[in-house]
């Protein structure tokens, strides 16, 4: 059988993500998009509606139908931007940042263990998947020909 890399990778992807929203829906009654949302957040520090909506690959709209919901749930912060226009400023509410580190590393032991068990070494799957963004990153920044 021939190998169909970017369709392997489209499957892998989608559905360690359909297996990321159950662990955490069933364990803490949240969706993986929240959760990676709150993390990017997090990792971004303060940042904008536009910034999240790139990180995460979705629409303003999206993120913005998103952030309302977790601002309600009092796990973001949502403020005007004081540079103006109609940008929001985004930051974790300590309650965020209270479930960002407590799921964070369970989360990521339980994908450790899949890793293992399929006999990947995790630590080589971990370096592999960083040199692929770092090139990806260096791509996307070199101009188009």
Do not use: C, W
């Amino acid at each position: 059988m021939e190998r169909n890399l970017s369709l392997d990778l489209h499957v892998l992807v989608a559905r360690l993500d359909r297996i990321a929203d159950r662990i955490l829906r069933a364990e803490h009654n949240i969706s993986y998009s929240r959760f990676l949302a709150l993390t990017l957040v997090g990792e971004l520090g303060f940042t904008t509606q536009r910034a999240l909506a790139d990180g995460l690959g979705v629409t303003e709209p999206s993120v913005s139908r998103m952030t309302a919901v977790l601002a309600a749930e009092g796990l973001v912060d949502v403020q005007p931007d004081p540079a103006g226009g109609n940008r929001r400023q985004l930051s974790l509410t300590d309650k965020g940042k209270q479930i960002v580190t407590s799921l964070r590393q369970e989360f990521e032991e339980k994908l450790a263990a899949l890793v293992a068990h399929s006999g990947v070494p995790y630590d080589e799957f971990a370096e592999h998947t960083a040199r692929l963004l770092a090139t990806l990153d260096r791509t996307e920044q070199e101009p188009t020909r």
